[in-house]
Nanobody, 124 residues
Framework: QVQLVESGGGLVQAGGSLRLSCAAS????????VGWFRQAPGKEREFVAA????????YYADSVKGRFTISRDNAKNTVYLQTNSLKPEDTAVYYC?????????????????WGQGTQVTVSS
């Protein structure tokens, strides 16, 4: 069993940065690929970024490439999402998710574990 808890969200001006964290419980966390998704009001949840269990593979949505960076520290059971050059359209609740296969995380279908989410609000 893995539990995921997000933190680091908040209110920031356009152009600013936030570092989101996804802290996991469970000794098997290092066996899971982890991703970040977001859901804006009135919109469907969308994929943002994913990282393989080893950290050797990363994937990004086109909308965040060059601005967001996903990383993980398996010793701390934590995955990070560094968000830079934030735009108002990045405003959403950000969720982390875990699955044993990276392609499952990227697809968003068949995710094993979801966190509760952290709100990111970018003002113009």
């Amino acid at each position: 069993q893995v539990q995921l808890v997000e933190s680091g969200g908040g209110l920031v001006q356009a152009g600013g940065s936030l570092r989101l964290s996804c802290a996991a419980s469970g000794r098997t966390f290092r066996n899971y690929a982890v991703g970040w998704f977001r859901q804006a009001p009135g919109k469907e949840r969308e994929f943002v970024a994913a990282i393989s269990w080893s950290g050797g593979g990363t994937y990004y949505a086109d909308s965040v490439k060059g601005r967001f960076t996903i990383s993980r520290d398996n010793a701390k059971n934590t995955v990070y999402l560094q968000t830079n050059s934030l735009k108002p359209e990045d405003t959403a609740v950000y969720y982390c998710a875990a699955a044993t296969a990276i392609r499952t995380v990227v697809s968003g279908t068949g995710i094993d574990y979801w966190g509760q989410g952290t709100q990111v609000t970018v003002s113009s």
